[in-house]
């Protein structure tokens, strides 16, 4: 095996792991101060937050359901890898919120959930921008 196989590999591995990571502290974010608060992220985010409140369907499972014609359009537009690193974004994220959507919310005041909130979810974010 070539020396830039053994790299190439092993930034594959390390962006998956940090996309994985990316999307449990994103989760943590939402099912854990935004969602029990009634407060909203933006983006699909936002719109399965709305349904899960109006239709009372799990907000992974919306996020899921949104995201199946951007798939689509991805990888015929963007190509096979950025849909692949999305899908496994996408299906993380959805996994952990319905997971963590179990458990007691951490604060039961709207204005800490929203400023707790947004600080993980903007960490996680800040991340994605540096690399």
């Known amino acids: 095996m070539h020396i830039e196989e053994k790299y190439n590999r092993k930034k594959i591995v390390i962006e998956i792991v940090g996309t994985i ?8 974010g939402i099912s854990l101060f935004l969602l029990p608060n009634q407060l909203s992220s933006g983006g699909i985010s936002g719109v399965a937050t709305i349904t899960y409140y109006l239709l009372n369907i799990p907000m992974g499972t919306m996020i899921l359901v949104i995201n199946i014609p951007l798939f689509l359009i991805a990888i015929y537009k ?17 996994l952990f919120i319905d997971w963590l ?10 204005f800490l959930a929203c400023i707790y909130g947004g600080i993980i979810i903007g960490l996680r974010n800040s991340y ?3 690399s």
């Not at 963007?78 to 959805?94: E, R, Y």
């Open 101 to 110: 959507d179990q458990l007691e919310p951490l604060t039961k005041d709207r």
């Open 78 to 94: 963007i190509g096979k890898s950025f849909f692949l690193k999305s899908l496994i974004g996408t299906v993380s994220l959805s």
């Open 128 to 130: 994605y921008l540096k």
């Open 21 to 28: 990571v990316g999307a449990f502290v994103m989760a943590i």
